[in-house]
């Protein structure tokens, strides 16, 4: 009996550190935006297509800052993108994830998360995203792809309106992009 509570025991603590080891591979990923929370300012993120940004406190799902982008409605796509970051081993087939908190006052903006590789020129050369109907209040939005294009030497995430024009005022925190093992 004692053997066999032994084994039993040996086994579980087996199964614990297997499980240890998996939950820090996940946490290995560094985020490349050095301010995806907005709590020094907002140094590098832009405004497209008449998209407005602007450091604001409103609406805040992490610390004391949050980014509320505005659009004016004239156009399908206006929206921000963060600063192209450097990443000098960006190569065509490696995995990539954008993830933000947005908060919607009332919901119903169809919006898009886009990861986008850049050349060393800071060129754009392909996008591509994940659009979303938004709910009232936060929520995550989060999307991985493979980078495809040769030239890749650069990525930045950004957050768009979708498909028409819709003048939207959303609040974006705890923006991420990360390289994907």
Partial sequence: MRIVLLM?????????AAGCKHSSSKSSTTNLLTNGGFETDQKGWSGINGGVVARDATHVSAGSWAQKLT???SEPNEGNYSPPTPVASAASGQRWTAQIEIYSVAGGEKVALYIQELNAAENFLTTSGTTVNLVAGWQT???TRTLTNASTSRVSLAVRTFETAQAVAVWIDEAKLNQRP
């Fill in 71 to 73: 659009t004016p409605g």
């Fill in 141 to 143: 939005i989060k999307y």
């Fill in 8 to 16: 039993f025991g040996i086994a579980a603590l087996a199964l614990l």
